[in-house]
């Protein structure tokens, strides 16, 4: 099978004055080569959190369980060495708060180099010829100039793109990209959605993409993951997820995107997620779902075939179906 | 409607150096820009990555000097104040920055992130947690998360810790860079909708600095459009977004992604022809003429004037009368794909 990455029933807790408290309650999902994977979902469902795991890289006291296979190859049991390894080069990351990942102290053109000479046997001058392309192929203005400045010297938006020239560094086989577009005006994000597109092309990288936006999600996915309180509630192809929302959350989700022409206040969804130290032990969306039932606050439900490509976690389908 | 905010000829130029701190010139980074915020009014700011919209709200703070200008605050300039008297205006204007991890202190709870500055503005701490609480709550942060420290967030959560923040000194203006882009939507939705009830209910005026048109077009009363440091058009909302006049406004509203689900528009994504110019050495007259399809050799005269062509919309363009027919209908020709 072409699957690169596969995450079953990941568990994450953290310790807290609480004792330990699971942001991953369950997560499944793979990503084939060459594929984008997007997850969206409520602020705090976790999603950085998966990502992060999949990386090693929890604060101490983390408990993770469950099972992430990385071409056939389990990261669970590796130890730190030998992650380093994978990271950065065959997994590579762009965080989302990535306006901090540079450190101050250096040239931004300075610390991508030093990131390719970590992984790879090249002279600093091929490193730096590397620097320049990935400059221009990000749309950085000027790259040969760019190169020497700090850090604090870039906008926002030309630092995330030199973020991500530095995740692409290396030619990773799958890209874990979390809201790596936020700060970015359209035309330099389509600049670089496009970028991605061409390399997965080009090499088959696989692309975990977080966003929030549902454009890029439509722009980008082939399986859209939808989370809610630390599971994934909706789960499938892109376009019959994206046409078809099936998850109450999804749908709300979908309804509160502001418009073109709008006015009034934004359709919001009421109410607040549960905490992920006080999880309730129905379905974690009950309480704000306008269909819920008893049955939803009883237990929680799994994630069900809808169609052959199309997963929902939610007891009242039926019903929402029946009133649609 | 009163003014509040009145910038006058604002600009700032960063030194740039080569190898061995050679001087290689000068990013001019905002050059002389004028606006006027309203009283309860919200001005939102666009432009392309790198036009100068942050530089432009540091300078309004002080958190760097202008290089010339004037910034009033209700008539008094910003920008010769002093001490208590500087400190005082300060307190009511506030900033949310572009990037919420380098204003929160990772070594205090989230409380006392929003409740800090209260202290040091003489508040009381039963006060001040009280009303940081308040605020955590209305950017959707649960009371739980009050002794919770930073580490610990998501990336929202973070982010609405910053916005509260902002607003627990109940301030006149606050200046929002990119404050809710990275708020999933309806979160993003919750935090609109506080900044427009605090308008209403506080006199809060806005400065908003955002990349989503859409956003600003359902906030903003007024829409500033930058390109490479200098204000190319400026009017009310209404008249940006439907009578745009400046070539590259046009192009910026055109590059907006349509929403189909099941088609790419990548391929075909408009893009503004060309490489935006370095801010080393910008083109002189008008900065956007060398990716301009209507550009004319008057283009580069340096005396380009400013043109009002409806009233309280400016345009930085000659040629805005134009055929208004080929420059607002959005012509494949203005734009040319990647
Ligand atoms: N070190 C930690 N200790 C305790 N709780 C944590 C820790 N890190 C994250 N959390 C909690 O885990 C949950 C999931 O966080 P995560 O960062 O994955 O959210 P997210 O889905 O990425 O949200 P956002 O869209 O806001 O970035 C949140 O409720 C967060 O507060
Ligand atoms: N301290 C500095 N030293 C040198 N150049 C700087 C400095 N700060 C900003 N610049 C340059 O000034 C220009 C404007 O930057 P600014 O951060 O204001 O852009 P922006 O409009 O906020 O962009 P973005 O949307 O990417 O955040 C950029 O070319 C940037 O590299
Ligand atoms: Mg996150
Ligand atoms: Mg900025």
Same mark, same amino acid.
């Given at each position: ?324 | ?61 002080? &958190?760097?000097?202008?290089?010339? $200008?004037? #910034? !009033?605050?209700?008539? /008094? @300039? ?7 008297? =500087? ?95 990275? &708020?999933?939507?309806?979160?993003? $939705?919750? #935090? !609109?909708?506080?900044? /427009? @009830? ?7 005026? =806005? ?132």
């Amino acid at each position: 099978m072409s699957e690169v990455l596969q995450i079953k029933d990941l568990v994450t807790k953290f310790s807290t004055k609480k004792g330990m408290v699971p942001a991953v309650r369950g997560v499944n999902l793979s990503v084939e080569r060459g594929k984008t994977l997007v997850i969206i979902g409520e602020s705090g469902s976790g999603k950085s959190v998966t990502l992060r795991s999949i990386l090693g890289l929890s604060p101490q006291g983390t408990e993770i369980t469950g099972s992430i296979k990385f071409q056939g190859d389990e990261l669970l049991v590796k130890n730190e060495k030998q992650i380093q390894k994978i990271r950065g080069n065959k997994i590579a990351m762009v965080f989302q708060n990535s306006l901090s990942a540079f450190d101050p102290l250096y040239r931004v053109g300075k610390q991508v180099e030093e990131t390719i000479k970590a992984h790879r046997k090249i002279s600093r001058k091929e490193a730096k010829s590397i620097v320049i392309d990935l400059f221009r192929e990000v749309g950085i203005p000027s790259p040969e100039e760019r190169r020497r400045v700090y850090p604090h010297e870039m906008s926002g938006g030309m630092r995330q793109r030199a973020v991500i020239a530095m995740a692409l560094a290396c030619n990773p086989d799958i890209l874990l990209a979390d809201e790596p577009t936020t700060a970015l005006d359209v035309t330099i994000q389509a600049q670089i959605l496009n970028l991605f597109k061409k390399i997965q092309k080009e090499h088959g990288m696989s692309i975990i993409l977080v966003t929030h936006d549902i454009g890029v999600a439509i722009e980008m996915a082939d399986q859209i993951a939808v989370m809610y309180a630390g599971k994934i509630v909706e789960y499938g192809e892109a376009r019959q997820v994206l046409s078809e929302p099936s998850h109450p959350y999804t749908q709300a989700l979908m309804a509160s995107t502001p418009q073109k022409e709008m006015s009034g206040k934004i359709v919001t969804i009421p109410g607040q997620p549960p905490l992920i130290t006080n999880m309730p032990e129905g379905c974690a969306f009950s309480d704000r779902c306008p269909y819920a039932e008893s049955a939803c606050t009883k237990a929680s439900p799994e994630l069900d075939l809808l169609t052959e490509q199309h997963r929902v976690a939610c007891f009242m389908q039926d019903k929402m179906s029946k009133e649609a | 409607m009163n003014t509040i905010l009145e910038v006058k000829g604002v600009s700032k130029s960063f030194p740039v150096k080569g190898s061995f701190g050679k001087s290689k010139g000068a990013v001019s980074a905002v050059s002389d820009v004028s606006f006027s915020l309203k009283e309860r009014g919200t001005l939102g700011i666009v432009g392309e990555s790198g036009c100068g919209k942050s530089t432009l709200a540091r300078l309004l703070l002080r &958190l760097i000097e202008p290089d010339e $200008g004037e #910034v !009033l605050y209700r008539d /008094q @300039d910003i920008l010769t104040l002093k001490g208590r008297k =500087l400190n005082q205006i300060k307190r009511k204007i506030q900033m949310v920055f572009q990037n919420p991890y380098s204003s929160i202190n990772p070594k205090m709870t989230i409380e006392n992130n929003v409740a800090f500055s209260l202290w040091t503005n003489g508040v009381s701490k039963k006060e001040a947690r009280k009303k940081a609480n308040d605020y955590l709550e209305a950017v959707g942060l649960p009371r739980s998360y009050a002794h919770r420290y930073p580490q610990s967030l998501s990336g929202g959560q973070r982010q609405r810790v910053a916005i509260a923040r902002a607003l627990v000194l109940e301030p006149e203006i606050i200046i929002a860079d990119e404050a809710v882009s990275a &708020l999933d939507k309806s979160i993003q $939705g919750q #935090v !609109l909708n506080l900044f /427009q @009830d605090l308008k209403k209910d506080f006199n809060l005026s =806005l400065l908003f600095i955002s990349h989503d048109l859409n956003v600003v077009e359902y906030m903003s009363d007024e829409v500033m459009v930058m390109y490479l440091g200098k204000v190319v058009e400026k009017g009310s909302a209404q008249h940006i977004y439907s009578n745009a006049r400046h070539p590259y406004t046009k192009a910026l509203l055109n590059s907006e992604p349509s929403m189909k689900v099941g088609v790419s528009n990548l391929d075909k994504h408009q893009l503004i022809k060309g490489e935006l110019p370095s801010p080393l050495n910008p083109p002189s007259g008008c900065r956007f003429r060398t990716r301009c399809p209507h550009a004319t050799a008057q283009c580069g005269n340096a005396q380009l004037p400013t043109i009002e062509v409806n009233t309280g919309h400016h345009v930085a363009c000659h040629l805005w009368d134009m055929g208004t027919g080929s420059l607002s209908q959005n012509k494949q020709s203005d734009v040319l794909p990647i």
